[in-house]
């Protein structure tokens, strides 16, 4: 891979991945520097690359274990913490403190149950895309799926009037 096309992937993927980084993080910062850091290790290790699927998929994986490290080394935030100005810069404005609510009890999912949520939900993968991604089989993630949305509608039923 040469620099130029280096160059188009990061043009065609640094928003997508930047997404992705910031509904794990919730934090701009923190999202840049890990989209960064996913570009440069795919450039870095562009030699273990093999062509077998999307390069999407690949960024995908760099990406999660990034935010999987990242979240390892962060203590979550209580919802009192979360400020009112977090969030996605491109997206419309919460309608009510629901937006809140919702981010703390995906903040409080384990972190494979909240990737395989995003990865499905936010990005649109499928059950077989997400497994590829995230190294596992198809039923884990329909597992992983199944009780994140359990637990998700608990978390939300406790803090919803």
């Not at 273990?48 to 990034?66: D, P, S």
């Not at 384990?110 to 499905?120: I, V």
Request: proline fraction near 6%.
């Amino acid at each position: 891979m040469q620099q130029d096309e280096l160059e188009a992937l990061v043009l065609a993927h640094y928003d997508t991945i930047y997404g992705y980084c910031w509904r794990h993080t919730g934090g701009q910062e923190v999202a840049r520097d890990l989209t960064q850091t996913t570009f440069l290790r795919f450039w870095q290790h562009r030699d273990r690359y093999v062509h077998t699927g999307r390069e999407l998929n690949y960024l995908y994986t760099i990406a999660g274990n990034l935010c999987k490290d990242w979240c390892k080394r962060k203590k979550p935030l209580a919802l009192e913490d979360l400020p009112e100005t977090r969030r996605d810069p491109g997206a419309p404005p919460p309608d009510s403190d629901t937006a809140l609510l919702v981010r703390a009890a995906l903040a409080a999912l384990p972190f494979a149950q909240r990737d395989a949520l995003l990865l499905y939900y936010d990005r649109g993968f499928t059950a077989p895309e997400i497994a590829a991604i995230t190294h596992t089989t198809v039923p884990v993630v329909r597992y992983r799926l199944q009780r994140a949305k359990r637990r998700l509608r608990e978390l939300l039923k406790e803090e919803l009037p």
